[in-house]
């Protein structure tokens, strides 16, 4: 059972640059998201679905897209990447949205230099 | 706005001591409360979580955390450090558990053998 499938792992971009952040769920989850992590803030969400068809933005959207593809996938595109834009991204799924179980999957690691 | 505060960004312990991170919220709702770990070059996994059912809840690998409204304290605990155990540790907020989490900036623990 694969869980949650991140591509690509790793990475590197050139400022202005354009690149999608592709994440596939198995489980059958109605909700998707994607955070970023960088040292010393934890992990902030940047858009998530909660549920097949819907998106809404997280605490930090500016400089990205999204798309709910169907219930399995949902991916983040950087139309112009730059460098504050660095940062480990994961997706992550859950049944629901709350109080619901968040699977993660391993990261994609991306420089934008 | 919900938000949690994890006090100490890093944490030492010696093998077999006891281990003990600090994660206060603050929630003008009762809330649903998590620990997520994650491991290096991984993804985060669930360590435990409070839905009210039970103050003293008690997760994977030998964790376990106390609910303390009074305090409005979750403290992760565990009482005797595997060099196993080293990793970093987010605590989560949820208000009612009916939205998305947000979690703390994150506890790096090493352990000293």
């Known amino acids: 059972n694969a869980g949650v499938t991140q591509t690509p792992k790793f990475q590197v971009l050139k400022t202005g640059q354009s690149m999608t952040l592709q994440c596939a769920q198995d489980?059958?989850?109605?909700?998707m998201y994607w955070y970023r992590q960088d040292p010393g803030m934890g992990l902030r969400l940047i858009y998530y679905?909660?549920?097949?068809?819907?998106?809404d933005k997280g605490e930090v959207p500016n400089g990205y897209n999204v798309s709910r593809l169907n219930k399995r996938e949902f991916s983040l595109r950087l139309e112009s990447a730059a460098p504050s834009q660095t940062s480990v991204y994961f997706c992550?799924?859950?049944?629901?949205?709350?109080?619901?179980?968040?699977?993660f999957g391993e990261g994609s690691r991306l420089t934008v230099l | 706005a919900q938000s949690v505060t994890q006090l100490g960004s890093h944490v030492s312990v010696s093998e077999g001591a006891l281990v003990l991170l600090r994660c206060n919220y603050s929630s003008s709702v009762p809330p649903y409360l998590f620990w997520y770990v994650q491991y290096p070059n991984q993804g985060l996994q669930l360590l435990l979580k409070?839905?009210?059912?039970?103050?003293l809840v008690k997760g994977i690998n030998g964790f376990e955390a106390e609910f303390k409204k009074s305090e409005t304290s979750f403290h992760l605990t565990k009482p005797s450090a595997h060099m196993s155990d080293a990793a970093e540790y987010f605590c989560a907020v949820s208000p009612f558990g009916n939205e998305k989490l947000t979690f703390g900036t994150g506890t790096r623990l090493t352990i000293i053998p």
């Open positions: 992550a799924s859950s049944e629901g949205v709350g109080h619901r179980e968040l699977f």
């Open positions: 679905s909660a549920s097949e068809g819907t998106t």
């Open positions: 489980m059958n989850h109605n909700s």
């Open positions: 409070y839905t009210s059912a039970a103050t």
